[in-house]
T-cell receptor
Framework: ETGVTQSPTHLIKTRGQQVTLRCSSQ?????VSWYQQALGQGPQFIFQ???????GRGNFPPRFSGLQFPNYSSELNVNALELDDSALYLC???????????????FGPGTRLTVL | QKEVEQDPGPLSVPEGAIVSLNCTYS??????FMWYRQYSRKGPELLMY????GNKEDGRFTAQVDKSSKYISLFIRDSQPSDSATYLC???????????FGTGTRLKVLA
């Protein structure tokens, strides 16, 4: 069984730039969630994708956007980067069952983004 | 007030001690309760997953949920230096996808 993978591991950008982070789901999972974890804080939900559509969103501005592909991999895009966007970005995959809702989320290692 | 409150620690214990980690919450609609372990600069690793109230045991780990008090606990028996990490509680409402996390408790187990 293949776990959740994310790329790149680290990234340094400057304010105003755009960034794309990538995630591959765990084998057998069809749902991807993205979280932002600032230093010393717990992860905060950004959004979730199911069947290539956004399935719910947390309190993040529209400059945070995403995609899910037919193979259930996903991208997180952040435009007009701000200094406060510096954080660990975590991807979590899970299995959504129509009868039973979303199963437990399993996290990848994260991408550490630094905005200068 | 945050939906989920967790003491950030750090909590230092000697090797072999029983560790008790706790979270309180305010949203009575939470039905699913999770504990994750996160090593420095790594992603969270699922330890325990509990639905509604009660106890669940897995090896050295026991999770307890008391919905009447809005209080959850994770107990670690025979703690080891390798247990040194940040422990995150997470909760969600039934039928939703959004996990609400605590800030995490840093645990240090001293050899």
């Amino acid at each position: 069984e293949t776990g959740v993978t994310q790329s790149p591991t680290h990234l340094i950008k400057t304010r105003g730039q755009q960034v794309t982070l990538r995630c591959s789901s765990q084998s057998g999972h069809n749902t991807v969630s993205w979280y932002q974890q600032a230093l010393g804080q717990g992860p905060q939900f950004i959004f979730q994708y199911y069947r290539e559509e956004e399935n719910g969103r947390g309190n993040f501005p529209p400059r945070f956007s995403g995609l899910q592909f037919p193979n259930y991999s996903s991208e997180l895009n952040v435009n007009a980067l701000e200094l406060d966007d510096s954080a660990l970005y975590l991807c979590a995959s899970s299995l959504y069952r129509l009868a039973g809702g979303t199963d437990t989320q399993y996290f990848g290692p994260g991408t550490r983004l630094t905005v200068l | 007030q945050k939906e989920v409150e967790q003491d950030p620690g750090p909590l230092s214990v000697p090797e072999g001690a029983i560790v008790s980690l706790n979270c309180t919450y305010s949203n009575s609609a939470f039905q699913y309760f999770m504990w994750y372990r996160q090593y420095s600069r790594k992603g969270p690793e699922l330890l325990m997953y509990t639905y509604s109230s009660g106890n669940k045991e897995d090896g050295r780990f026991t999770a307890q949920v008391d919905k009447s008090s809005k209080y959850i606990s994770l107990f670690i028996r025979d703690s080891q230096p390798s247990d040194s990490a940040t422990y995150l509680c997470a909760m969600s409402e039934s039928g939703t996808y959004k996990y609400i996390f605590g800030t995490g408790t840093r645990l240090k187990v001293l050899a």
